[in-house]
């Protein structure tokens, strides 16, 4: 018996998904004037709309992806809605999306992974690492356009113990540059957020376990900084505050025109840009086995090799081995191969870094595998 689709899809297509007509996009819109790269993409396409849920740090990604996979595949459309990592893997294991997108992969403890195998007709769901977004250390310190900043530094900043932006600890990073006698307003999220979540698993891996907080709810010392909902206030905050210092995705400070600072991990200054991202994105080790692409997080916040920017946040989209429907198999396929093939310019404008080759080669393997 092959996964049928559960009635409640329809449901909660109705409810809100991301639709593609609803991105202003065109569905006669050729796949030259999407993404040039597509024109000479061999998919197969189905015969079904794609549907998925999850995580909301990918869903500006999946704009991208649905407006490129409908110019490939003309009248199809991949459904995503926006609904958190949690809903995503719930309603992926209840078979009422084709695939999820999550901050995490399958957690094997709390019985996810044995519950995707029987979603997936008794073959093993695959954690397929598609989507990479760059976490920003946002500042806004007049007169200063160049900063370098590193974890200790950063951890300190939001534990209290660096108040000012002329401190020893950041003037040691900063040779030969005038800072000013400014106090550090740090910014973080208020609500619970997979920024905050990765944020903070970085800043535990990079002080070698110093920095004690951790998961989506942000723990910094008491007293210290302003919480705000989400990115985009987080942003504002920083940008209207003199001495404002925020963590945040790409996107918004490049949009605000804020200073992002470089981060030294132990090799010299590395700036936020895509070649170096991508060159920390091409060393990261992979957990799982064969096609089952769960990615080392260690290896991404602890790498100190130079030229590796490593303030990187990872989502995956969760997926049957086998078990699809036909048609469904060949959509979730076909649209995949789209997102891993997408326009490097509209994912950096919307705050992402495009999959560097030898990893995508990876992506492509499993997505490819898929029956």
Known sequence: ????????????????????????????????????????LNVECGTEPVTSEGSSAQKNAMDVFARDYSA??????????????????????????DFGGSDSPLDEEDGEVARAAERCQGNPAWNVPMVF???????????????????????????GEIKNWNDPAVAALNPGKQLPDLDIVPFYRSEESGTSDNF?????????????????????????GQGKEGSDQVSQATNTTPGGLSYVEWSYPKNL??????????????????????????????????NDLRVDLDSIYGNKSPGAYPVVLNTYEIVCSKGYEPETAKGVKAALTVAANANPTELEEAGYVPLPQEFKDKVLTAVNAIS
């Open 72 to 97: 490939k595949c003309p009248g199809q459309e991949l459904n995503y809605t926006k609904s958190g990592s949690g809903k995503g893997v719930s309603s992926f294991l209840a078979g009422q999306i």
């Open 200 to 224: 903070q698993k970085y800043l535990k891996t990079a002080t070698n376990g110093a920095w004690t907080g951790e998961g989506k709810q942000f723990q910094g010392g008491p007293g210290v």
């Open 257 to 290: 025109g804020l200073g992002i600072a470089k981060i030294d991990s132990g090799a010299g200054p590395v700036e936020l840009n895509t070649a170096n991202v991508g060159n920390v994105i091409n060393q990261a080790k992979i957990e799982g086995e064969g």
């Open 133 to 159: 977004g760059p976490i920003a250390m946002a500042y806004n310190i007049p007169g200063v356009d160049d900063l370098t900043l590193n974890a200790e530094v950063i951890g300190k900043i939001y534990q």
């Open 1 to 40: 018996m092959k996964i049928k689709r559960h009635s409640a899809a329809l449901s909660f297509l109705a409810a809100g998904t991301l639709v593609l007509s609803a991105c202003g996009s065109d569905q006669n819109v050729s796949p030259e004037n999407v993404n040039p790269a597509l024109t000479d």
